[in-house]
């Protein structure tokens, strides 16, 4: 087992006292975060209790006017200045995360990059999504409609440990920059990570009192934000998603939900296999696959399946398994106990019911504590946990098919639908498959990372991976109400005023209507 300390890692405790300062925590309880790399303390972090999470959402609430009344071009500002904050401060932020979460550096940086494409974005087009509308009248000229975005006001943000700096900040930015306040709460095995990222959106101008973090454990927290806030954001798990949804709905609060998947991959006849195989290794086990769009099940074409399944293991195999902080780690190691305990429970159930290992299959406890193998396997049944049921881990399922509908049936299985691949040199065909695929993203001859680093269009779950979208227009205008705004210009649209005194009353401006709306019908308009 490696020998770090939290020295070693990167950190030392001055940095924790500063990052946890920021914390609205009074109680004088704390709690202890683990790094992956070493199984030993990291932090302690101190703890929130319901007053500090009351105190903070009525902050919001009081602060958020003012907050909406700063110029959008003020608050889009503040994205920028963190972007190239990130940037900056890259090697620390990196550290942080490695050592909170024991992911590879190399998913480090990529999930950096992710939060700079996203300040970058709505950086640049929130004043423009955010503009007030115009929609046409029911009579052209004599009704003026403008469509306002207005904020929802206080939103809760609830983010969890497996991007523990692009999901805790990238939801959040759309909403401060659509004129709401955040209060957030972030996953407790990733405190320290959203707090830099926080630091860092506090040194760009953002006030703190438009962006509060709590800590506590969720099911204590949730409540009460879901109690104070006009919106939930939150991104997790299926089951919290839903009990989130539940609680929201008596209320009558907006939500949005980006939940789990068990996302699948095709490879069809024509697809180049090295390539394929090459891009399921990295779309399976990128962030020893800990990650929501990852791929779980990969469907072949009975054609070149032999061939296929070669090429995969002999990609897999080849990956680089280093928990560390340095870049020559491919695949880290998984975040904590419970996570290798899923992962173990999903392989030896799937072994003892018949599957084949064709590689990995085994723990790695000398490398770090928690570490698994990158796993594929073979011959796995509906009657086995890990067919449908997220494993959220470095482990995936090899099937093959005979033609393309039974493809797309077995791919649009399960109540989830997250993220879907597709293989093919047929670009045009691949795109017609795409439509027929329940997911909320489809990425041909990528696994998961064209659509996701795409941040001008939306990404999310249908089915039971979600509610609403982030990313793109819908990523930052779900954080608004739409307000219209209609002025009546000139004669009001009535029998009882000047029209109908022109038309011969009531009888008259019926006849008037019927033609006029026949007249609209005829040149087309909507
Ligand atoms: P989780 O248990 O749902 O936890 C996520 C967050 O919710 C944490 O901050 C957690 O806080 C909090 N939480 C837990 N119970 C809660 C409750 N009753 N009320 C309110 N908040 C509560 O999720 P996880 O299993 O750790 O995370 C992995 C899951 O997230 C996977 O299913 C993955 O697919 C999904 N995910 C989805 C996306 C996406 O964009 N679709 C992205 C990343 C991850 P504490 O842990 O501190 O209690």
Request: overall charge neutral; glycine content about 10%; charged content about 20%.
């Amino acid at each position: 087992m490696t020998s770090a300390t939290s020295t070693t890692l990167g950190f030392d405790d001055d940095l924790v006292r500063g990052l946890t300062a920021q914390l609205r925590a009074t109680s004088g309880e704390t709690f202890e975060e683990q790094s992956p790399l070493t199984g030993r303390p990291l932090a302690t972090v101190p703890r929130s209790s319901a007053d500090d999470i009351g105190a903070a959402v009525t902050t919001a609430r009081e602060f958020q006017p003012r907050w909406a009344a700063v110029p959008v071009a003020e608050r889009a500002d503040c994205l920028l200045r963190l972007h190239d904050l990130l940037l900056d401060n890259q090697d620390a932020i990196l550290d942080l995360i490695c050592a909170e979460s024991g992911k590879a550096r190399m998913d480090a940086y990529m999930e950096l990059v992710h939060l700079v494409l996203t300040a970058r974005y709505y950086g640049r087009r929130a004043a423009r999504l955010l503009r007030t509308s115009r929609a046409a009248g029911i009579v052209p000229g004599l009704t003026r409609v403008d469509v306002n975005r207005v904020p929802k006001g206080v939103v809760g943000l609830i983010t969890p440990w497996n991007y523990p700096l692009t999901m805790a900040l990238c939801d959040g930015i759309a909403a401060l920059v659509a004129g709401n306040t955040v209060v957030h709460k972030p996953d407790s095995q990733t405190v320290l990570t959203a707090l830099m990222g926080i630091a860092l959106l506090r040194a760009a101008g953002v006030p703190e009192n438009a962006w509060q973090v709590v800590a506590a454990p969720g099911r204590e927290v949730g409540p009460q934000l879901v109690a104070g806030c006009d919106m939930i954001a939150f991104t997790g798990s299926t089951a919290t998603g839903r009990q989130l949804a539940t609680a929201t709905a008596g209320r009558l609060t907006s939500i949005s939900a980006e939940l789990g998947g068990k996302n699948p991959l095709l490879v069809l006849a024509d697809a180049d296999l090295e390539a394929a195989a090459e891009g399921a290794a990295r779309a399976c086990f990128d962030n020893a696959g800990q990650l929501c769009v990852h791929i779980e099940r990969i469907y072949v074409d009975a054609r070149v399946y032999d061939e296929f399944r070669e090429r995969l293991v002999s990609a897999v195999t080849g990956l680089v398994l280093a928990p560390g902080l340095g870049w020559d780690c491919q695949v880290g190691t998984l975040i904590s106990p419970a996570q290798l305990a899923k992962v173990q429970d999903h392989v030896s159930d799937a072994r003892t019911k018949g599957a084949t290992v064709l590689c990995g299959g085994h723990p790695r406890p000398d490398l770090a504590p928690w570490c698994y193998e990158p796993t594929v396997l073979e011959g796995v049944t509906p009657a086995m946990r890990c067919h449908l049921d997220e494993t959220f881990g470095p482990v995936v399922s090899l099937y093959r098919f005979d033609g393309e509908d039974e493809a797309v049936e077995l791919a649009n299985q399960g109540t989830q639908g997250l993220n879907a691949s597709i293989w093919t040199t047929d670009h045009a065909h691949g795109r017609r498959i795409a439509r027929r695929l329940r997911a909320g993203t489809v990425n041909i001859n990528e696994g998961y990372a064209a659509a996701l680093a795409s941040i001008d269009a939306p990404m999310g779950g249908m089915g039971t991976s979600g509610m609403g979208r982030r990313q793109g227009a819908e990523g930052l205008l779900r954080f608004t109400e739409p307000q219209t705004v209609a002025t009546q210009r000139l004669v009001p649209l009535t029998p009882f005023g000047p029209i109908g005194s022109a038309t011969g009353g009531a009888e008259g401006f019926v006849r008037l209507l019927n033609r006029g709306l026949r007249v609209l019908r005829a040149v087309g308009r909507a």
